[in-house]
T-cell receptor, first 105, second 117 residues
Framework: GIQVEQSPPDLILQEGANSTLRCNFS?????LQWFHQNPWGQLINLFY???GTKQNGRLSATTVATERYSLLYISSSQTTDSGVYFC???????FGAGTRLTVKP | GAVVSQHPSRVICKSGTSVKIECRSL??????MFWYRQFPKQSLMLMAT?????????EQGVEKDKFLINHASLTLSTLTVTSAHPEDSSFYIC?????????????FGSGTRLTVV
């Protein structure tokens, strides 16, 4: 099956810093989603992004399907951004291992 | 937007009993729903794909007789953990896909934390 790799596995930031999370996938996908899992386990859908770039406030995402990767950008990070960020590819909804983000005040 | 409701959010049961978890799509019809389990500090592992009106498709290594999935309508899928044991304790999450062309992609329930004692 398709392989999904996320990097970095862990990321510690100071509040206000910017960051880039990466998601590589091993085969063509119909779609890709980014999620934020909060401390209570709820998965928040951040972006549904088959290709191109989308922005939502301080977050933006870019998927380059032909090169099999997607990037999630977080600008001016806040402590509430802490949690685990997952990408999942749509063909069979496989999840990457996630990036655990900690934003320190 | 698309909303998926999952109940219960937490359940504690005795070893040997069965537990049913419900996943409902509230404002859209979902012909396909997915069930995942997540162990602490790990990623989500796809357990099975639930198809309305037909048998579920289970991932390799998932016991279909232990994790019974029923998708009787376009808005409801259930996962029953039969004869639960402590090693079944986990966080179970369902998801549903909206209609083709939906901007929402896959929407997830809030999860069920199962503790078997």
């Amino acid at each position: 099956g398709i392989q999904v790799e996320q990097s970095p596995p862990d990321l510690i930031l100071q509040e206000g810093a910017n960051s880039t999370l990466r998601c590589n996938f091993s085969d063509s996908v119909n779609n890709l989603q980014w999620f934020h899992q909060n401390p209570w386990g709820q998965l928040i859908n951040l972006f549904y992004i088959p290709s191109g770039t989308k922005q939502n406030g301080r977050l933006s995402a870019t998927t380059v399907a032909t090169e099999r990767y997607s990037l999630l950008y977080i600008s001016s990070s806040q402590t509430t951004d802490s949690g685990v960020y997952f990408c999942a590819v749509e063909n069979d909804m496989r999840f990457g291992a996630g990036t655990r983000l900690t934003v320190k005040p | 937007g698309a909303v998926v409701s999952q109940h219960p959010s937490r359940v504690i049961c005795k070893s040997g009993t069965s537990v049913k978890i419900e996943c409902r799509s509230l404002d859209f019809q979902a012909t396909t729903m997915f069930w995942y389990r997540q162990f602490p500090k790990q990623s989500l592992m796809l357990m099975a794909t639930s198809n309305e009106g037909s048998k579920a498709t289970y991932e390799q290594g998932v016991e279909k007789d232990k994790f019974l999935i029923n998708h009787a309508s376009l808005t409801l899928s259930t996962l029953t953990v039969t004869s639960a044991h402590p090693e079944d304790s986990s966080f179970y999450i369902c998801s549903a896909r909206g209609a083709a062309g939906s901007p929402y992609g896959y929407t997830f329930g809030s999860g069920t934390r199962l503790t078997v004692v």
